[in-house]
């Protein structure tokens, strides 16, 4: 019997190691067609799950029901599982190198307790060769087991996209790949049964990697296109968000924003296709330009803001500023590389006061993570506003709310442009 139809059968388990913001509506998308289960290494986390809730407020408490899953930290429960989804973080450490440790350490996992005829697909972003070269050697020495022939392993790179309720896991096609054809089969039609998209079947596991690393990198190198163009209109007192909207009319014109390029994906990834470039002595051009941008924007903006205020005849040493929104994108609790930190930061250098209010971060995790406090709601008066991050509850917000907090008409920093044409009596400044 193939592993597809003992996974469709339940007569073997799926387990899923990693149950953040990928692993987790994964795990849960499985539960509801196969026996799950989910190994993580965060008890606090498992209990809110066992509680029938998500931790990273993505998912809706009915996703829970009549779901067969077992949450669990222990590899004698994971032991039980045949197929093995690894989606544990990829990050970079403080020189911007990739940190593999959260990898290795499930692959650690995965290999103590891997068997005959399992197998293992990893979803976390990696550089291409990765899958190869630095996990399943660690797979073989731990387990015993040759790969391809005792196990078989594959490929298939996370498509979430947190706070996006449109593009969802089940409706969005997903790039699969093996180590054999036998492999690839088995991997498609399993991935297939909680895709409504279905599968695209990469030829090799090293393109399906670099698939889904250039996947974010263009991003980013758009992103970067448009915030130098926006520190350079802002030179000659050009409106960006004008320009695109004028641009924009042009059927092939690609309509990218500036702003902030945090998170756990774009503002990472690029890193790990710029180590792999290294080892194979090229140094990539655009690429690293384009993150020295994107990484540079936080200073810039808490720049603009200390010469706004200095301009307005008020000092910088002691002014007063709130902060509105601190995860690193809008309507998620992800607080992760948080790019308005460094506006925060920057601030705070020149010796300015500043208050952060959010309504979808975890005071706790803020203060864990960068050492700072979240205010419950806005303590006015303050000499500049900056509006950093576009949660809903900010959309709507009128001039007089922002007039209400501030001290004489104010100063509001519009990152994102969302009250663009909107402000009449404060000084106005966005990307």
């Given at each position: 019997m193939a592993i597809y139809d003992e996974i469709l059968s339940k007569n073997a388990k799926i387990g899923v190691i990693g149950l953040g913001y990928v692993g987790l509506p994964l795990a849960m998308a499985f539960a509801h067609k196969s026996s799950v289960i989910g190994f993580d290494i965060n008890e606090e986390h498992l209990n809110v799950m066992r509680g029938g809730k998500d931790p990273c407020r993505e998912l809706d408490d009915s996703v829970f029901e009549n779901a067969d899953i077992l949450f669990t930290s222990s590899l004698d429960d994971l032991a039980k599982a045949k197929f093995y989804i690894v989606a544990v973080p990829t990050p970079i450490d403080k020189n911007n190198k990739p940190d593999l440790k959260p990898l290795i350490s499930a692959t650690?996992?995965?290999?103590?307790?891997?068997?005959?005829?399992?197998?293992?697909?990893?979803?976390?972003?990696?550089?291409?060769?990765?899958?190869?070269?630095?996990?399943?050697?660690?797979?073989?020495?731990?387990?015993?087991?040759?790969?391809?022939?005792?196990?078989?392993?594959?490929?298939?790179?996370?498509?979430?996209?947190?706070?996006?309720?449109?593009?969802?896991?089940?409706?969005?096609?997903?790039?699969?790949?093996?180590?054999?054809?036998?492999?690839?089969?088995?991997?498609?039609?399993?991935?297939?049964?909680?895709?409504?998209?279905?599968v695209h079947r990469a030829p090799t596991i090293k393109v399906a990697e670099a698939a889904k690393i250039i996947e974010n990198t263009q991003r980013?190198?758009?992103?970067?296109?448009?915030?130098?163009?926006?520190?350079?209109?802002?030179?000659?007192?050009?409106?960006?968000?004008?320009?695109?909207?004028?641009?924009?009319?042009?059927?092939?014109?690609?309509?990218?924003?500036?702003?902030?390029?945090?998170?756990?994906?774009?503002?990472?990834?690029?890193?790990?296709?710029?180590?792999?470039?290294?080892?194979?002595?090229?140094?990539?051009?655009?690429?690293?330009?384009?993150?020295?941008?994107?990484?540079?924007?936080?200073?810039?903006?808490?720049?603009?803001?200390?010469?706004?205020?200095?301009?307005?005849?008020?000092?910088?040493?002691?002014?007063?500023?709130?902060?509105?929104?601190?995860?690193?994108?809008?309507?998620?609790?992800?607080?992760?590389?948080?790019?308005?930190v460094d506006i925060i930061h920057e601030l705070q250098d020149f010796g300015v006061i500043v208050d952060i209010v959010d309504p979808y971060a975890d005071p706790d995790e803020v203060k864990k993570c960068y050492g700072l406090t979240l205010k419950a709601k806005p303590e006015g008066p303050y000499n500049a506003i900056v509006a950093a991050v576009a949660h809903t509850p900010y959309l709507n917000l009128t001039e007089d709310y922002f007039l209400n907090l501030s001290v004489g008409n104010g100063i509001l920093f519009d990152i994102k442009g969302l009250y663009r044409q909107k402000i009449k009596k404060m000084t106005y400044w966005s990307l």
């Open positions: 650690q996992s995965v290999g103590k307790v891997l068997k005959k005829g399992d197998y293992v697909v990893y979803e976390s972003t990696v550089y291409p060769g990765c899958t190869e070269e630095d996990c399943v050697p660690v797979l073989e020495k731990l387990s015993g087991l040759k790969a391809g022939s005792d196990f078989k392993f594959g490929y298939s790179p996370e498509r979430i996209n947190p706070g996006d309720k449109q593009h969802t896991l089940e409706n969005t096609k997903k790039i699969v790949s093996g180590c054999d054809s036998e492999s690839l089969d088995n991997i498609a039609n399993i991935y297939s049964m909680v895709l409504e998209k279905g980013d190198v758009n992103i970067a296109l448009m915030n130098e163009l926006s520190i350079l209109f802002g030179r000659m007192g050009i409106n960006t968000y004008d320009v695109l909207d004028a641009a924009g009319t042009k059927w092939n014109f690609l309509k990218f924003f500036p702003g902030l390029v945090g998170g756990h994906c774009i503002g990472v990834d690029p890193y790990y296709l710029v180590h792999k470039a290294a080892e194979l002595k090229y140094h990539t051009q655009v690429i690293s330009a384009g993150r020295f941008v994107n990484d540079s924007m936080g200073g810039y903006i808490g720049k603009n803001v200390v010469k706004k205020i200095i301009a307005s005849g008020k000092p910088a040493m002691k002014s007063r500023v709130l902060v509105m929104g601190i995860t690193f994108k809008e309507n998620v609790a992800d607080i992760r590389n948080s790019k308005v």
